[in-house]
């Protein structure tokens, strides 16, 4: 019983305002809701809300109770079939939070109570339509003890006082409409960071991060990222702040990153705080990337939000969009690139290789919560980038200034967002629409024919998208594509130009090509499809060694080495190209106009995820070996390189969060890693050296995941000192497990399984779960695919435990067996049987069930 798209039907009420009451407990919080309903539809419609797992106790029709004739109340829903025309309902409802350990709707974290609605939580508080195109204008009520001193809920805060001697209460008015999956509660004891920001014009709101007590200096990061990304926001798409209270609320048991619930974003605590101890480099960007992300979907999501929720992407691409704009600007917009697509790649491009492709915007679900996606969140930010790089900037942000002027305060659709930028430009984007209905890949290939004579060049360039789940057939898409030429000696032969691949074949004539031309194409990866080109390996080290496109410069390097893997995993070496990429690399790490962070992106080989992708069928044990033994070839090649390196990028003095001091600290850490495949003593010794010097989280990290890899004594002793350091600190030790989820040694599965076992490992929370369980099954395929089949048997268990107080995380974990036809056959076939096993569990949730049934019906 799929919904569907086309079955899009407007809802029969309107709710022009909402009261809530919660008399909050533990165990038994009554919800009152006083819903002021207005019919807009047919007479004939009954009344229909959403509501599951609720205990109702009263319900009234302007303040007369109804008898037990005049509705119905079953699993789902409330149904009355016969009310006036303007009305007044009021149920009120019992329900437990803390038995949720689904973590939907109202939960305990940590001793507070808290909310996640989005998408579908709401109808686990109370009666409602719980989807997105139905707004209200919100009033909450909130009572409970005081030892749950901060109550706080969405807009800004009016009324408060005691009730009784124990309780007290606090009012909340949210002067916006909005639909109920931006509702959000939290109450408990909290220690405040207060600021504030003068918005563009000149309004005065207050800023508060709410965190377990004691940490309120672990939200400085946070805070300060928060102020830059509503400046940000106010520069580069002219967006203000609206209310006069922004806050955030920082908790440990959480689905997902964070949410941006209206004016009371709630936040993973792994998302929030950081300090130079405790927190790496890389969660302080990813800290500065969803503070913004979230604080952006105030106009792109809140303030104009989804028609139904097959218009996800309308507000998620956009504000992935919009954030990873921001983090290109704070810290660079090459090295952001490079890593965004690295992550595109290795989780989108997968995604839509697979049977659980999509398009970005899906005509069909099952449970919406499955529709997180990287395709609809990651290729729906590359689709909004590709409409950026064919209209230019200016018309791009004449569009967005258009969206914003004509739908605020209203749910809507993909279709009317991209109305306002053909309006804008003039553009028919009719055929770009395609890109969000069509699922897959695109594959581009570009073919050069040089002549010399008339020095000219012939570029022919073709696409196709191989046959996705329901859609064997493929359209053309509008395909910006990036060029530029080099000389043979590295040269600038031409500047970027972007080339409109509209059709499924093209040919483009550039003439005044005075030499020989190196083709230096998809700049900055400006459109998300695989490319093919006739590059021989010397024009990749042109490019390598000198193209100013520096995402390009990076790509030449990665697809060198990808080849010397692959051909290595295929049991075919080139043993002198793979000095020769060592030789380069090396070139290429001396260069002083290159910073550091890019460094370290250069010498971080190609993933072994990333190779499978690239392999068929994939062979996990062998990519594993194929990429060691490169790893080796560099660790001695370029060991005194590395050395010297991993020496000259020490910092001394006080920590810097900074881009540039994390550059540094990266390409330290990547010098090591690879320094630990050849683990002699002089190796050994600055490794652990580097562990026990190491006054910050991220040099740790980046020395005890070496030390793990090495084994033996050095990971026993690594591992044991760290977690007698930071046994009390749950962030540290999800990493403490992480690591350990990622040891690539025989015996990691043996010692994963055990580590289910340990005191520490708690299943409820998904940050645990994940570090040790998606960690292990997503990031260490050579022991996730062990030959026995032991490693699927694992994550089958886990998925099943999971599922039966926590489909959503369940859900998460299933991917890494979703792609087992793409793996050798002795190794697929025993994924499937895993899936199978999981399918015929009794009980199973409709999440999991519903990936479970696509991974294994297509064919
Ligand atoms: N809207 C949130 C964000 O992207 C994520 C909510 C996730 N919810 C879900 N049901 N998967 O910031
Ligand atoms: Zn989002």
């Known amino acids: 019983q799929p919904v569907r798209l086309a079955d899009y039907r407007p809802f029969p009420f309107a709710i022009e305002t909402t009261r809530l009451v919660f008399d909050l407990h533990p165990t038994a919080t009554k919800v009152t809701a006083e819903l002021a309903i207005r019919r807009v539809g047919d007479a004939t419609e009954p009344l229909v ?21 005049q509705f119905v109340v079953d699993a789902e829903h409330l149904t009355i079939a016969e009310v006036p025309d303007r009305f007044v309902l ?14 939907t709707g109202l939960y305990m974290s940590g001793g507070r109570f808290c909310t996640q609605c989005e998408a579908e939580g709401f109808r686990t508080i109370t009666y409602f339509p719980d989807r997105p195109d139905v707004l209200s204008r919100y009033t909450v009520r909130i009572e409970a003890d005081r030892k749950f001193p901060h109550l706080l809920s969405n807009g800004n805060p009016g009324a408060f006082g005691q009730v009784g001697e124990t309780r007290h209460f606090l009012e909340w008015t949210d002067p916006f409409p909005k639909p109920c999956y931006l509702f959000a509660l939290v109450a408990g004891d909290l220690d405040v960071l207060a600021d504030k920001f003068i918005t563009m014009s000149g309004r005065e709101v207050a800023l508060r991060i709410l965190v377990d007590p004691g940490q309120a200096s672990r939200a400085a990061y946070a805070l300060d990222s928060l102020k830059r990304a509503m400046k940000w926001d106010e520069d580069t798409f002219g967006r203000e702040y609206d209310l006069d209270l922004f806050a955030i609320v920082a908790v440990r048991d959480f689905n997902f990153g964070a949410m941006e619930n209206k004016g009371l974003n709630i936040f993973n605590s792994a998302l929030l705080l950081a300090d130079p101890e405790t927190a790496t480099d890389l969660d302080y960007e990813r800290i500065e990337a969803v503070v913004a992300h979230e604080y952006f979907h105030n106009w792109t999501g809140n303030r104009i939000t989804c028609r139904d929720w097959f218009q996800l992407c309308l507000k998620e691409g956009f504000t992935v969009f919009r954030d990873q704009s921001f983090s290109a600007d704070q810290r660079g917009a090459a ?24 398009p970005v915007r899906p005509s069909s679900y099952l449970k919406i919560d499955n529709f997180y996606t990287a395709t609809i969140y990651e290729k729906g930010a590359e689709i909004i980038r590709m409409l950026k790089t064919i209209l230019g900037d200016a018309a791009f942000r004449k569009g967005s200034d258009l969206y914003f002027d004509r739908h605020d305060g209203q749910a809507t659709t993909v279709e009317a967002f991209i109305a306002c930028f053909a309006e804008a430009s003039g553009r028919d984007l009719t055929a770009f629409f395609d890109w969000y209905e069509q699922a897959g890949t695109p594959s581009v290939t570009i073919d050069t024919d040089y002549d010399a004579a008339a020095k000219a060049l012939t570029l022919t360039l073709t696409q196709s998208t191989a046959p996705t789940p329901g859609q064997p057939n493929k359209k053309p898409l509008p395909i910006p594509v990036a060029i530029g030429l080099l000389s043979a000696e590295g040269e600038v032969l031409r500047d970027t130009e972007i ?32 490319l093919t080109t006739d590059a021989r390996a010397s024009d990749r080290y042109v490019l390598f060694a000198a193209d100013p496109d520096l995402f390009n410069r990076w790509e030449a390097g990665q697809t060198l080495a990808r080849d010397l893997i692959l051909a ?8 002198v190209g793979e000095e020769r990429y060592a030789d380069a690399l090396g070139r290429a790490l001396v260069d002083d106009a290159a910073e550091p962070a890019f460094k370290a992106l250069l010498l971080a080989l190609p993933s072994e995820p990333d190779l499978a992708l690239m392999s068929d ?57 690879i320094l630990a495949a050849d683990p002699r003593d002089d190796n050994l010794m600055r490794i652990v050296g580097h562990f026990e010097a190491s006054r910050n989280m991220t040099d740790m990290i980046g020395a005890l995941y070496p030390l793990v890899s090495i084994g033996g004594v050095a990971r026993e002793k690594a591992l044991a000192n760290f ?35 340990y005191p520490d490992f708690e299943p409820t929370n998904p940050n645990r779960l994940r570090a040790l369980v998606a960690t292990f099954a997503n990031f260490n395929p050579a022991r996730f695919h062990d030959p026995s089949g032991a490693g699927y048997r694992f994550l089958a268990d886990q998925i099943l435990a999971v599922d039966a107080f926590n489909p959503t995380t369940a859900a998460r974990l299933v991917d890494p067996l ?18 199978e096993r999981i399918k015929a569990h009794p009980g199973l949730s409709r999440n999991v069930l519903e990936l479970v049934a696509k991974a294994l019906d297509q064919d």
């Open 49 to 69: 809300l959403d509501g599951e797992r609720l205990k109702l106790l009263s319900i009234a029709i302007d303040g007369q109770a109804l008898g037990a004739n």
């Open 90 to 103: 009021t149920t009120e409802v019992e329900i437990d939070p803390s038995s949720n350990k689904a973590l």
């Open 335 to 358: 090295v952001q690139r490079i890593k965004d697509v690295r992550a595109l790649r290795a989780r989108q491009f997968a995604e839509d290789a697979g049977p659980l492709a999509h």
């Open 499 to 530: 080339v409109l691949l509209d059709q499924a074949r093209q040919t483009v004539r550039w003439e005044g090509v005075t030499s020989a031309p190196v083709l230096s194409a998809l700049r900055g990866f400006s459109a998300p499809v695989n």
């Open 568 to 575: 290595r995993a295929a049991g075919t070496p080139d043993e």
């Open 617 to 673: 069928p994939a062979d996990p044990a062998a990519l594993h070996e194929a990429r060691d033994t490169l790893r080796t070839r560099i660790a001695v090649h370029l060991g005194d390189l590395l050395r010297r390196l991993h020496g000259e990028m020490q910092s001394e003095g006080e920590f810097s969060a900074s881009a540039e001091a994390a550059g540094r600290r990266a390409l330290r850490n990547a010098c090591i890693e």
């Open 723 to 757: 977690h007698f350091a930071w046994r009390a600190e749950p962030l540290v030790l999800d990493k403490w497990f992480a690591v350990q989820g990622r040891d690539p040694n025989e015996d990691a599965l043996e010692r994963v399984i055990a580590l289910t076992s």
């Open 818 to 835: 979703g792609g087992w036809r793409r793996y050798k056959p002795e190794l697929g076939q025993q994924m499937r049987e895993q899936l």
